[in-house]
Nanobody, 118 residues
Framework: QVQLVESGGELVQAGGSLRLSCAAS????????MGWFRRAPGKEREFVAQ????????YDKDSVKGRFTISRDNAKNTVYLQMNSLKPEDTAVYYC???????????WGQGTQVTVSS
């Protein structure tokens, strides 16, 4: 079992920055593919970024590339999402998720609210 706890979401003005954290327990983040997803009000959940167990990083192609950075700290067993140049359309609940090698995302955190004011 993998437990994930997100933190770092808050209200921020447009153009500002936030860093979200996802603390994992039960497995090491270096043995998992770790992803960030988000769900905006009235919309479907969407993929934001992921870092695989090999270290390969993938971002959503348009909406966040160049502004968001995913990283992991193996010593702290934590994955981060650094978000810069935030826009009101980034407002959403952000979720951390984990996938085992060869599997899909089957472990999810409770989410953290990010609100970007204009």
């Amino acid at each position: 079992q993998v437990q994930l706890v997100e933190s770092g979401g808050e209200l921020v003005q447009a153009g500002g920055s936030l860093r979200l954290s996802c603390a994992a327990s039960g497995r090491t983040v270096s043995s998992l593919t770790m992803g960030w997803f988000r769900r905006a009000p009235g919309k479907e959940r969407e993929f934001v970024a992921q870092i695989s167990w090999t270290g390969t990083i993938t971002y959503d192609k348009d909406s966040v590339k160049g502004r968001f950075t995913i990283s992991r700290d193996n010593a702290k067993n934590t994955v981060y999402l650094q978000m810069n140049s935030l826009k009101p359309e980034d407002t959403a609940v952000y979720y951390c998720a984990a996938a085992t090698v060869g599997g899909g995302y089957s472990y999810w955190g409770q989410g953290t609210q990010v609100t970007v004011s204009s």
